[in-house]
Nanobody, 124 residues
């Protein structure tokens, strides 16, 4: 069992940056694949980025490649999402998620644990 708590959301102007953090409880954190998803009002939850247990493999949605960076620190039980050049259409609640799947996944259904989310608002 793992509990996830996101932080770092807020209001930023278009073109600005934010760094989201996700603090995890539980001794098995280093074995979980971790991901970030986002959900805008009236839209489905969508994949943003994922990272394997060691941090050696990452995956990104095409829309954020080159602007967002996912990373993790297993010693601190934490995963991060650095977001640069933010766009107004990226306003959403951002969720951290953990997966016990054998593969790093882009599908929400493959993730077992979810945080409560943190609001990111990008103004134009």
């Amino acid at each position: 069992q793992v509990q996830l708590v996101e932080s770092g959301g807020g209001l930023v102007q278009a073109g600005g940056s934010l760094r989201l953090s996700c603090a995890a409880s539980g001794r098995a954190f280093s074995s979980y694949r971790m991901g970030w998803f986002r959900q805008a009002p009236g839209k489905e939850r969508e994949f943003v980025a994922a990272i394997n247990w060691s941090g050696s493999t990452t995956h990104y949605a095409d829309s954020v490649k080159g602007r967002f960076t996912i990373s993790r620190d297993n010693a601190k039980n934490a995963v991060y999402l650095q977001m640069n050049s933010l766009k107004p259409e990226e306003t959403a609640v951002y969720y951290c998620a953990g997966s016990t799947s054998l593969h790093t996944s882009t599908y929400p259904d493959d993730y077992n644990y979810w945080g409560q989310g943190t609001q990111v608002t990008v103004s134009s």
